[in-house]
Nanobody, 120 residues
Framework: VQLQASGGGLVQAGGSLRLSCVAS????????MNWYRQAPGKQRELVAS???????NYVDSVKGRFTISRDTAKNTVYLQMNSLKPEDTAAYYC???????????????WGQGTEVTVSS
């Protein structure tokens, strides 16, 4: 299984970006899909998560600005980021809990980071 993230870049404060992450490979089902971020010198933090049923959760610092969504048929998770701030600058990582068969347990997979830089 591979998770391929894309959509990062350089944007001015107040701007928007949309991150995408596609899961491919031996996938029976995907449970939670998540976006994490890690700024230089800081620990990785959970930014947003979405369950298979579409329930979402966000870290307080992005509530009202970021929206996580998923396309189950395409094994894809998105992160729409609006009103970006310089403090949102970080490497963003997608994460997914994946079942390989109907009888297997959940396996934890990470995508490569995609860099988001917000200039003031």
């Amino acid at each position: 299984v591979q998770l391929q993230a894309s959509g990062g870049g350089l944007v001015q404060a107040g701007g928007s970006l949309r991150l995408s992450c596609v899961a491919s490979g031996n996938i029976f089902a995907i449970n939670n899909m998540n976006w994490y971020r890690q700024a230089p010198g800081k620990q990785r933090e959970l930014v947003a998560s979405i369950t298979r049923g579409g329930y979402t959760n966000y870290v307080d610092s992005v509530k009202g600005r970021f929206t996580i969504s998923r396309d189950t048929a395409k094994n894809t998770v998105y992160l729409q980021m609006n009103s970006l701030k310089p403090e949102d600058t970080a490497a963003y990582y997608c994460n997914a809990m994946i079942m390989h068969t109907s009888l297997s347990g959940l396996n934890n997979y990470w995508g490569q980071g995609t860099e988001v830089t917000v200039s003031s």
